[in-house]
């Protein structure tokens, strides 16, 4: 699982990067793509950590990547490092624009790029499908037969793929071609300092389909850089209740389709990543390998239950609200789970 930071050059990915991972991407020459991960903010984890204080503490973490290559080098170090990413941020500088009507431009410049990328490929394939008409066909050139000529019409709608209504079995097979629009976007808006409601207004116009959030990085950086008891102070200063990095980074978490799980106890609290829709014994296997092999059963709380019955196995189990789920079950985001296994 990944999320690659893309934008036009100067936009902010890197300052971005840097605010979400703690890592310093722009000093790190030498390396055309920086991965780090950040650490993503949910109220839930934190109230347990409240009540277990634990020796360990392990929040849900993805990974970012920042091409920090620059120059003529920078679109082929973008497309050979990025090329494995589950998700794209797509950061769009609206902190140098003199008028509201240059950003949706800014937005456009690249989205258009990468849409030309991905008709290149598709009249590639198509290309190389005609010549070997007349040969016997594999299963996977019969699929791409089938769905290319759709991508295509697409594409030169200047509509990205994610768009169309892809069946799974559609979506693994055009895996190898690592469309660039076919994956989610996150659309983040680089703010200037005086003016957040440009990312607004912006936002509305690409619809209410496609996610985006607004964040000035500039006033973001400061911020973390400042020790944790002043940061209060320095964004009611400003006029903000909270920090928007943290959104940027859950956004992206839900982007990919993730959701996480807890452990607790005194030694860690841990929320552990697993993609929704995952049945218990694969999401005890996150944890081990052996957990899965030997799965026998889930004890499982949802989180308010937890929450509502003292905060502890012995108050779920007492008012029975502990549930013990077997092979079949579809974790839920947030529950806290026990695993019972033998292996
Ligand atoms: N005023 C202002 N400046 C910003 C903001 N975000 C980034 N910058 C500045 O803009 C410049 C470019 O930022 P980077 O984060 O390096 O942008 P980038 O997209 O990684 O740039 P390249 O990797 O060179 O394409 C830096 O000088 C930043 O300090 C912002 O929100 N406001
Ligand atoms: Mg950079």
């Excluded at 934190?46 to 003529?72: H, M, N, Q, W, Y």
């Excluded at 240059?102 to 989205?111: F, H, T």
């Excluded at 911020?223 to 959104?247: D, N």
């Excluded at 996150?286 to 989180?303: Q, S, T």
Aim: contains cysteine.
């Amino acid at each position: 699982m990944e999320i690659g930071i893309i934008g036009l050059p100067q936009s902010g990915k890197s300052t971005l990067f840097e605010i979400m991972t703690g890592l310093k991407s722009r000093e790190m020459h030498g390396e055309a793509c920086v991965r780090g991960f950040a650490s993503v903010p949910d109220p839930r984890f934190e109230r347990l950590v409240e009540i277990f204080d634990p020796v360990k503490v392990s929040p849900a973490r993805i990974p970012f990547s920042d091409v920090t290559a620059t120059g003529e080098k920078a679109w082929n170090a973008v497309r050979q490092s990025l090329s494995g990413a589950d998700g794209i941020v797509h950061i769009v500088d609206a902190f140098t624009a003199l008028d509201l009507a240059e950003v949706p431009n800014r937005y456009r410049k690249l989205a258009d790029e990468l849409i030309l990328s991905d008709l290149m490929i598709v009249e590639n394939r198509m290309e190389r499908l005609a010549k070997t008409a007349k040969k016997p066909m594999t299963p996977q050139d019969a699929l791409h037969a089938a769905v290319l000529p759709g991508l295509l019409e697409q594409l030169n709608r200047g509509k990205p793929l994610r768009e169309l209504p892809l069946s799974d079995e559609e979506k693994h097979g055009l895996r190898s071609f690592s469309f660039w629009t076919i994956r989610p976007e996150l659309v983040v808006v680089n703010t200037p300092e005086d003016d957040p409601s440009i990312a607004d207004a912006f936002l509305k116009s690409l619809g209410s389909d496609v996610p985006g959030i607004g964040i000035c990085c500039e006033i973001e950086a400061e911020l973390i850089s400042l020790p944790s008891g002043e940061r209060a102070e320095f964004l009611q200063s400003l006029g903000i209740t909270e920090a928007a990095f943290g959104r940027v980074i859950k956004a992206a978490f839900s982007l990919l389709g993730q959701i996480s799980y807890f452990t607790v106890g005194e030694d860690e609290v841990k929320a552990w990543v697993i993609p929704a829709g995952t049945r218990a014994p694969r999401a005890a296997g996150v944890i081990h390998n052996d957990f899965e092999r030997g799965f026998i059963k889930a004890e499982i709380a949802g989180y308010d239950d937890f929450i509502a019955c003292g905060g502890s196995y012995a108050g779920v189990k007492s008012q029975g609200k502990l549930r013990l789920e077997g092979k079949e079950y579809i974790v839920q985001d947030g529950e806290i789970i026990n695993f019972r296994f033998n292996v």
